[in-house]
């Protein structure tokens, strides 16, 4: 089965700092991996997405995550924060043989401080 | 380009009244729809996803059904809302090995 793990529900960094969100995942195969964000009350939007391709995946607005499959982790980072990147962050792990359905994990809401 | 459209963005609803989520979306076919539910600090759960047209299947039990009238609509219902049905719910499709589009959702407070 598939599974998620963000393993902080809340981080807060100052404006300028580097911003680590990290996840770690379960899957019994090659899994496809995302990480979304969330801005209150919105829709979510993809920042971006692992499909065993290269494992450093570059995604909008500064963001990059790497695949590290000896740790089962694909952590998300962007090396200085923006007051813009406050929302809440989800890592997603993907079961493409069976149907496509998406597991979420819980959620690591961003603080970023001035 | 495709789009996913979903409304109402917000609805507040007695408790016992019925329910009816719609969402559509635009330029694919036959794609996989989900409905998901995000609870107030919690994470997206899974409601029911659809592979085709009257193609439902539920993932958790519970007050709430999901039918798929038209390759791209996707109705989420219930009969009698419980305060527990309270939430944020976004609808979802994808294609097989793509990843997820998701709608700007809806926040449903049942008094």
């Known amino acids: 089965a598939q599974s998620v793990t963000q393993l902080d529900s809340h981080v807060s960094v100052s404006e300028g700092t580097p911003v680590l969100l990290r996840c770690n995942y379960s899957?019994?195969?090659?899994?496809?991996l995302f990480w979304y964000v969330q801005h209150p009350n919105k829709g979510l939007q993809l920042l971006l997405k692992y499909t065993s391709a290269a494992t450093l995946v570059k995604g909008i607005n500064g963001f990059e995550a790497e695949f590290k499959k000896s740790e089962t982790s694909f952590h998300l980072t962007k090396p200085s924060a923006h007051m813009s990147d406050a929302a809440e962050y989800f890592c997603?792990?993907?079961?493409?043989?069976?149907?496509?359905?998406?597991?979420f994990g819980s959620g690591t809401k961003l603080n970023v401080k001035p | 380009s495709q789009t996913i459209h979903q409304w109402p963005a917000t609805l507040v609803q007695p408790v016992g009244s019925p329910l009816s989520l719609e969402c559509t979306v635009e330029g694919t076919s036959n794609p996989n729809l989900y409905w998901y539910r995000q609870a107030a600090g919690r994470g997206l759960q899974l409601l029911f996803y659809?592979?085709?047209?009257?193609?439902i299947s539920s993932e958790v039990p519970q007050n709430l059904s999901a039918s798929r009238p038209q390759d791209r609509q996707f109705i989420l219902s219930s009969k009698k809302l419980l305060l527990s049905d309270s939430g944020f719910y976004l609808c979802a499709w994808s294609r097989q090995h793509t990843e997820a589009f998701f709608g700007q959702g809806t926040r449903l407070t049942v008094v």
């Open positions: 659809s592979v085709g047209i009257g193609q």
């Open positions: 899957s019994s195969y090659s899994p496809s």
């Open positions: 997603v792990v993907s079961d493409p043989d069976n149907f496509n359905k998406f597991y």
